[in-house]
Nanobody
Framework: QVQLVESGGGLVQPGGSLRLSCTMS????????MAWYRQAPGKERELVAD???????DYADSVKGRFTISRDDPKNTVYLQMNALKPEDTAVYYCNLAIWNGIFYWGKGTLVTVSS
C-alpha cells in the first residue's frame, strides 16, 4: 500500500516562506514523476510543480521564480520550497506520485494560508 503524507503547511504572512514535504512509503517502483498540486476554495485542482524521474522540472507560470520543487530519493521525499508567498497562494496543497503504468497516488493535503 503506497502512502503519501504531506506536512509543512500553516499560516504565513504575505512575503513569507514555507517548505512543504511529502514522504512516500510502501512498495514504490516505476516512478514517472512526483508533483505538487493545489486547490483553492471554489477552484479546480491545478498543477503547481512537477519533477520527473529524469529530474526534468516544470512550474506553473504563477509560481515561477518563487517556488522550488526538489526530491530526496533515499528519503522517498519530495519538497516544495515556497518563497514570496501571496494571498492567492492560499490553498490545500496535495502531493502526487505518477507511476509509468498509469496509476496515480495522492496525499490527503496540507493547508497553506497566506494572510496578514
Amino acid at each position: 500500500q503506497v502512502q503519501l503524507v504531506e506536512s509543512g503547511g500553516g499560516l504565513v504572512q504575505p512575503g513569507g516562506s514555507l517548505r512543504l514535504s511529502c514522504t512516500m512509503s510502501g512498495s514504490i517502483s516505476g516512478i514517472r514523476a512526483m508533483a505538487w498540486y493545489r486547490q483553492a476554495p471554489g477552484k479546480e485542482r491545478e498543477l503547481v510543480a512537477d519533477i520527473t524521474s529524469g529530474t526534468s522540472i516544470d512550474y506553473a507560470d504563477s509560481v515561477k521564480g518563487r517556488f522550488t520543487i526538489s526530491r530526496d530519493d533515499p528519503k522517498n521525499t519530495v519538497y516544495l520550497q515556497m518563497n514570496a508567498l501571496k494571498p492567492e497562494d492560499t490553498a490545500v496543497y496535495y502531493c502526487n506520485l505518477a507511476i509509468w503504468n498509469g496509476i496515480f497516488y495522492w496525499g490527503k493535503g496540507t493547508l497553506v494560508t497566506v494572510s496578514s
